[in-house]
T-cell receptor, first 105, second 119 residues
Framework: AQRVTQPEKLLSVFKGAPVELKCNYS??????LFWYVQYSRQRLQLLLR??SRESIKGFTADLNKGETSFHLKKPFAQEEDSAMYYC???????FGGGTRVLVKP | GAVVSQHPSWVICKSGTSVKIECRSL??????MFWYRQFPKQSLMLMAT?????????EQGVEKDKFLINHASLTLSTLTVTSAHPEDSSFYIC???????????????FGPGTRLTVT
């Protein structure tokens, strides 16, 4: 089965510290991967996608085909980054289990 | 940006009754809409994919006769939970896309979700 795995359910970091959310996928072929974020009491929204190679809100994610990973990183976490983060792949947008990030002041 | 709405935002119904949830794309035409289910503290699970004017494609394990999906227009899809039971209580989320699945890159816009409680 084609899967998206987020091994960490919870990441707790201090403000200003780096944060990395892991995402691994199993897929034969060229996957298209996304990171979605859900802030408290808000709907799910797209954070970034691998094909655009952009940085959004200080977050970046690089597709590593050798390691089948698409980890999300931010060098200096802010309190407003506290949210649920989901890694997802196309087709049919299959989601990983999600990682809750808590940034402490 | 593209906005997707859902109605109702929450609903409580008695066991055995049917409940209809609406998903609307407010400022764009959605060629494809998706319905997800999310249990507490769990990820979203795709239930079905619907394209305007055609029958929905259900994921394995999802009963199509229980979860009726209608995508009658480019801005509206409905999910009807028929003969609801307490185990159907969940958070139902829809999303809409304005491109077909054959596109390499497209974005799904998510609704705020509908919390269904079956007593």
């Amino acid at each position: 089965a084609q899967r998206v795995t987020q091994p960490e359910k919870l990441l707790s970091v201090f403000k200003g510290a780096p944060v990395e959310l892991k995402c691994n996928y199993s897929y034969s072929g060229s996957p298209e991967l996304f990171w979605y974020v859900q802030y408290s009491r808000q709907r799910l929204q797209l954070l970034l996608r691998h094909i655009s190679r952009e940085s959004i809100k200080g977050f970046t994610a690089d597709l590593n085909k050798g390691e089948t990973s698409f980890h999300l990183k931010k060098p200096f976490a802010q309190e407003e980054d506290s949210a649920m983060y989901y890694c997802a792949r196309l087709n049919k947008l299959t989601f990983g289990g999600g990682t809750r990030v808590l940034v402490k002041p | 940006g593209a906005v997707v709405s859902q109605h109702p935002s929450w609903v409580i119904c008695k066991s055995g009754t049917s409940v209809k949830i609406e998903c609307r794309s407010l400022d764009f035409q959605a060629t494809t809409m998706f319905w997800y289910r999310q249990f507490p503290k769990q990820s979203l699970m795709l239930m079905a994919t619907s394209n305007e004017g055609s029958k929905a494609t259900y994921e394995q394990g999802v009963e199509k006769d229980k979860f009726l999906i209608n995508h009658a227009s480019l801005t509206l899809s409905t999910l009807t939970v028929t003969s609801a039971h307490p185990e159907d209580s969940s958070f139902y989320i829809c999303s809409a896309s304005n491109r077909g699945l054959v596109s390499i890159s497209y974005e799904q816009y998510f609704g705020p979700g509908t919390r269904l409680t079956v007593t």
